[in-house]
């Protein structure tokens, strides 16, 4: 239904388009009299007055046809049968098989009964939703064409329409963050009734299983979220010193060393590694880069875990490289040339010039770079999966096995599960944990971008 009715919608745009336009062009030879705005934009008036219109009547009439149908298939059936949720969609399906002649076995009368009424009422709500869309918009075409006249201001109303559009668009985005916030705040809010703030924040333990019944032997669950930020910060400061230095180096490299040629080769092969799915980049650490670590190790005398910080922080290095490079790369070609060239009238040499001037005044996006290559790594998820393990052991051994936060929320929403435990509900928590991380590492970067920014000519 949804997928006719926007085909319908899309023809009737562009029908709207070309009829306006054409009319405004003929307007302008009859009359010969100047438009105020280009035949396009009176075409362009028309298909956004059709455009809002149409999607209007599908957001109030789309729900209502849905609610109709439901209403007539499950007429047929005992209310105490299809009072739960579980109950109403298996039987919803079942409907659906059945009307689509795929469903196996022999249908009871009733479930014959509400197929025959889903379908009548699905035909209904198409045809009914479908042709008020097709009346609704050949009303609005004709009622555009009428008020095309050389003075109207076509497109400064368009130009609304288009302000409108993206303000909603924006609202759009800042509403779906603030939703988001909202379920993590609310559900991290029973966890917190059912366990301390404080053993939460600054326990040394993480041991998450809980009983699934009351007569059942287990453990109560243990919410200490230190030994996660260790592993967290641990990784990510392995990856950073690998990424940190091969990032910035190599952009310096791209942007005041290398010819043009080789920049055209060079930052191409490099920026590969950020299209590289993490899971192929996880099966890299722990087949290959684990197991050299572990030998290595051992044949130095040292005891190494099959599973370590060392090799998810390495991998993962390799992985942020790009966000580095590519950043401050583009940073330090927006440095002004002006600037070079002053510092070289000044008799200092091009390293002088690069570590004196180019890098201070490219300092803030740099920084940037940094801060967004620290928040890719916090978030990631699959290559500590694969290299680094799930025990959450407090350590700074680099060679030990730990787990991150996104590792845990992974694991404790993995499955079916009683969203009302202090087991299930702990991801939330740790998702909230991770938010105000994230949000302090965005500040940082702030503070130090407006600290540090100078304006050039």
Not at 203 to 218: E, Y
Request: with cysteine.
């Amino acid at each position: 239904m949804s997928g006719t009715y926007f085909v319908i919608l899309a023809v009737l745009v562009g029908a709207g388009f070309l009829l306006g336009a054409q009319r405004a062009r003929g307007l302008r030879s009859d009359t010969g009299s100047a438009l105020h705005s280009l035949p396009a934009y009176h075409g362009l008036y028309i298909a956004a007055a059709v455009l809002t219109v149409m999607m209007a009547i599908y957001v109030m009439a789309a729900p209502l046809a849905e609610h109709y149908v439901l209403r007539q298939a499950f007429g047929a059936f005992d209310p105490s049968i299809i009072a739960e949720q579980l109950q109403r969609d298996a039987t919803l399906r079942d409907i659906q098989n059945l009307v689509a002649g795929s469903y196996q076995g022999e249908p009871s009368d009733t479930l014959k009964a509400g197929a025959a009424a889903y379908a009548s009422a699905s035909s209904l709500a198409f045809w009914g939703l479908n042709g008020l869309g097709v009346l609704a918009g050949l009303a609005v075409i004709f009622w555009g064409l009428s008020r095309i006249q050389p003075e109207l201001r076509a497109r400064n109303q368009f130009e609304h329409f288009v302000k409108y559009v993206l303000l909603a668009c924006s609202a759009v985005a800042v509403l779906t963050t603030i939703g988001i916030l909202l379920s993590v705040v609310f559900e991290a809010a029973q966890f917190f009734s059912k366990i301390s703030p404080i053993d939460f924040l600054f326990g040394l333990q993480w041991s998450p299983q809980t009983a699934m019944r009351a007569d059942q032997v287990g453990s109560s669950g243990v919410f200490g979220i230190v030994p996660l930020i260790v592993g967290t910060l641990l990784i990510t400061i392995i990856a950073m010193l690998v990424a940190g230095p091969l990032g910035l180096f190599s952009a310096i490299y791209m942007a005041e060393y290398a010819t043009p040629p080789i920049r055209a080769i060079v930052k191409p092969i490099l920026e590969i590694l950020a299209g590289i799915p993490t899971v192929v980049l996880g099966f890299f650490a722990a087949l290959t880069v684990a197991p050299l670590i572990r030998s290595s190790g051992q044949s130095l005398g040292f005891d190494v875990a099959s599973e370590s910080a060392l090799a998810a922080g390495l991998v993962m290095g390799m992985m942020i490289i790009p966000f580095v490079s590519s950043l401050s790369d583009d940073v330090i070609n927006a440095v002004p040339q002006s600037l070079r060239d002053g510092s070289y009238a000044m008799g200092a040499t091009k390293s002088e010039t690069i570590k004196k001037v180019v890098l201070p005044a490219a300092l803030p996006g740099i920084v940037s770079a940094f801060m967004l290559a620290i928040s890719r790594a916090i978030g990631e998820t699959m290559i500590v999966v694969m290299a680094a393990g799930l025990a959450a052991n407090l350590t700074f051994n680099p060679l030990a096995a730990v787990t991150t936060v996104t590792v845990q929320i992974k694991t404790l929403l993995v499955g079916d599960q009683e969203f009302d435990s202090a087991k299930t509900l702990s991801a939330f928590a740790l998702g909230l944990v991770l938010f105000f991380f994230t949000l302090a590492l965005n500040y940082i970067a702030l503070k130090i971008v407006q600290r540090y920014r100078e304006q050039y000519d």
